[in-house]
């Protein structure tokens, strides 16, 4: 096992069933999954999560060559899937994205809206100020703008799933350098809970995940300090795992999570509770 593998290890395995994540079950089956970022980390993760469910899952993501690995790995995990090349911060790809999912598969039934970017760490003083619009175009302003498309879509049909990927950085920030990033976070708890409020009574349910310290390329490029320190740091004394956060998307999308409305579902390890 590799040292950044071990980060994310739990000490000893109390589960049962290794290979549950691998059967495909179908409580998701035939409806229509859209994951920003779906090619790479988290997004990825919940997009095997919701294939091997038997959703149809629609990735989009900047980058076609990711994308083609991600839908490599879908189809070997059994999924129907689809990539969309789309930069979210651009509001005409937003609109092409979403009126080609509705137009080739005719709904929407659940959006996680996970792409998301991280500033490099530095200082308020020391920071270029030119990333402040990436930042917040990436994690904001796409999402406000793909909710719209996402409600408006959802309550024609009369209900709709949407979750949207936060951080603990959103609600709280112990670690300096990273200003702008968790700015954009508790901004985007902020529309969520407002836009959960405002569509629960045509029948769009949204909610929010708020990943801890997860072993992904952003946190692992995010320079806070030494990871080993990051884990021992956490009361599970380890990191988790992008599929952890997947279990919890794909939890607030079904069923079982009918009541949650307006919810920021930490997890994170214990991170908040420390």
């Not at 071990?6 to 549950?20: H, T, W």
């Not at 530095?122 to 990436?134: G, M, N, W």
């Not at 936060?166 to 708890?189: D, E, F, M, Q, T």
């Not at 836009?195 to 390329?217: C, H, K, L, Q, Y």
Request: charged share 20%; proline share 3%; aromatic share 4%.
């Amino acid at each position: 096992m590799n040292e950044v593998a071990s980060l994310a290890q739990p000490k000893a395995r109390q589960r049962r069933g290794e290979g549950v994540a691998e059967l495909v079950r179908q409580e998701f089956k035939d409806q229509v999954v859209l994951v920003t970022g779906g090619a790479t980390g988290i997004g990825l993760a919940a997009a095997l999560a919701f294939g091997r469910r038997g959703a149809t899952v629609v990735i989009a993501g900047r980058r076609r060559r990711e994308g083609e690995k991600a839908l490599a790995a879908l189809t070997a995990a059994g999924a129907t899937c689809r990539f969309i090349a789309a930069d979210v911060t651009a509001a005409a790809a937003l609109d092409t994205m979403h009126k080609t999912i509705l137009d080739e598969y005719g709904r929407l039934d659940i959006a996680f809206n996970n792409a998301g970017f991280q500033e490099p760490r530095a200082s308020i003083v020391e920071q270029d100020a030119t990333l402040y619009d990436r930042v917040f175009d990436t994690n904001v302003r796409s999402i406000y703008l793909s909710l719209q498309h996402q409600i408006r879509a959802m309550a024609k049909q009369g209900k709709g799933v949407i979750i949207v990927n936060a951080s603990v950085s959103g609600l709280r920030n112990p670690n300096p350098g990273l200003a702008l990033y968790s700015a954009s976070k508790a901004a985007l708890i902020s529309i969520t809970r407002s836009a959960a409020m405002e569509s629960a009574e045509v029948g769009v349910r949204i909610n929010a995940v708020a990943p801890g310290r997860i072993v992904t390329d952003m946190m692992l490029g995010s320079k806070i300090m030494d990871m080993s320190a990051v884990a021992a740091g956490l009361p599970l004394r380890r990191m988790g795992r992008p599929e952890e956060i997947a279990e919890a998307v794909v939890w607030l999308a079904s069923d079982a999570a009918s009541f949650v409305v307006g919810h920021v579902l930490c997890v994170d390890g214990g991170f908040m509770a420390i």
